[in-house]
């Protein structure tokens, strides 16, 4: 029988929020009675321990046992020294380009609050420029197998592991590069801006970009969102005064997918609702929202059936069988010689959609590794 960990799931949901979530007032538990192993193990598969620690740490410090304030400080140290890594990274990346001239592009990487990565995404468009900075990265120590038009991990002890990208885009089996076309790169690498990341100075994305990728990333690397990603989608949408809305929600229309990613954004709006008792996402926007899913029958997918448990959303199987036949069919229009190659590719990320989605329902875990945690 499943148990139900109502307490758990709200302190991580409350205590792991960007900014402070609704009234704790009522809440009524003994701390020391909280399974806290779920609580860390679930805070880290959804890449929010870090905040979850801290604000435990800051406001809730003299209720909790001296134990368990051992084991958070301990976690806070970790994404300390991991973020840490990230800038020392950003750093190193940013002379890298300046010597080698090469236009980049950092994506999945600026948040409106400190989270911890582990992996920096760099999209190079030109594959001479692409062969160049893997070289360089090479020549300095950094490990890695080249692999044309794929995307590549490398990495370096003390730095952060770097994810050198061709493409965005995601293919079959979740491997970055020659993938299905989901964005328009060419608007994207247009539209960049140039920021500062903790004294580094990076291209990245526009906002309206990024809410796009990190979505994208989300629904057909993954199929499933983390409540970081809810967070970050979340916040971009909430810090930026100005989102071309018609920008973001068009930009799907011609690569087929422009329905699930209404979806995803109806489920951020309701987990801001959940915590915040408002909306997120504009009044007007949201009813466009609502009539698009309610259009395409998604309206009558339960949340309850989105969830690994309280606090992961996972994309459901007749969901993403929808999406794939609307992205197929998308595809086929303007790719109609290769009607073969489309339907094995889509029948494949079917199947695999329907293992990962058992996989996850049966052990309600996501495929991260957290022996470090076990070691804190």
Known sequence: MKKHRNVENNIILSCSAPFQASDKSSWSFVWSELDWNYILHTASMNNVEYRLCKNLLEIEQNNISANIIHRLRRVKQRCDFEISKYISTLKYLENVFKSLGIPFLFFKCVAPYSFVKDDIDVFIRNQTNFKKTYDALVNNGYEGSYKNNLALHLNKKDKLQIDLHPHISWDMFGRSGNGFNLLNEDMIWNRKKLVNILGVSVYVPSVEDDILILCAHSIFQHHYITLNEVFHIGELIRTSQKLDWNYILTSTNRLGWNHILCFTLYLIHKR?????????????????????????????????????????????????????????????????????????????????TVYRYGRYSFTKRLPFNLDWLEKL
Request: charged fraction near 30%; aromatic fraction near 14%; proline fraction near 2%.
């Open 272 to 352: 801001y609702a959940q915590l915040y008792q408002e909306s997120v996402i504009p009044k007007p926007i949201l009813e466009y929202i609502k009539k698009d899913i309610k259009k395409v029958g998604y309206d009558r997918i339960s949340l309850e059936d989105t969830r690994i448990d309280d606090v992961t959303y996972i994309h459901s199987i007749s969901l993403t069988g929808k999406v794939l036949i609307q992205k197929m069919y998308s595809d086929y229009k303007r790719r109609k010689k290769e009607i073969f190659k489309l339907f094995f590719a889509y029948t494949i990320n079917l199947l695999i």
